[in-house]
């Protein structure tokens, strides 16, 4: 069992930033590929970006590229999500995720724990 605790959320204006944190509970945290992913009012969950356990591979979604970067600190059992330009688009409740095995997935479904997730409010 895996515990995830997301932070860093807020409300910000368009071209502002905000940093998202995730905490995960275990002792193997580097062996498990982890996740963003976002999900607004009356829209599916989407992918948003991943990263592998020793942070050697990320995938983004298009729509974020170029603007948001993920990163982790194994040491400390942390998932990072820097957001900058935010848009008003971005607004949603962003999770983070965690799964089996060390690679990147941009699958809903590769996941195995997810958190409560975190408010992101970006106003234009």
């Known amino acids: 069992q895996v515990q995830l605790v997301e932070s860093g959320g807020g409300l910000v204006q368009a071209g502002g930033f905000l940093r998202l944190s995730c905490v995960a509970s275990?002792?193997?945290?580097?062996?498990?590929?982890m996740g963003w992913f976002r999900q607004a009012p009356g829209k599916e969950r989407e992918f948003v970006a991943s990263?592998?356990?020793?942070?050697?591979?990320?995938s983004y979604s298009d729509s974020v590229k170029g603007r948001f970067t993920i990163s982790r600190d194994n040491t400390k059992n942390t998932l990072y999500l820097q957001m900058n330009n935010l848009k008003p688009e971005d607004t949603a409740l962003y999770y983070c995720?965690?799964?089996?095995?060390?690679?990147?997935?941009?699958?809903?479904?590769?996941?195995?724990?997810w958190g409560q997730g975190t408010q992101v409010t970006v106003s234009s």
């Open positions: 990263i592998s356990g020793s942070a050697g591979s990320t």
């Open positions: 275990g002792r193997t945290f580097s062996s498990y590929g």
């Open positions: 995720a965690v799964k089996y095995g060390a690679m990147i997935s941009s699958r809903l479904n590769a996941y195995d724990y």
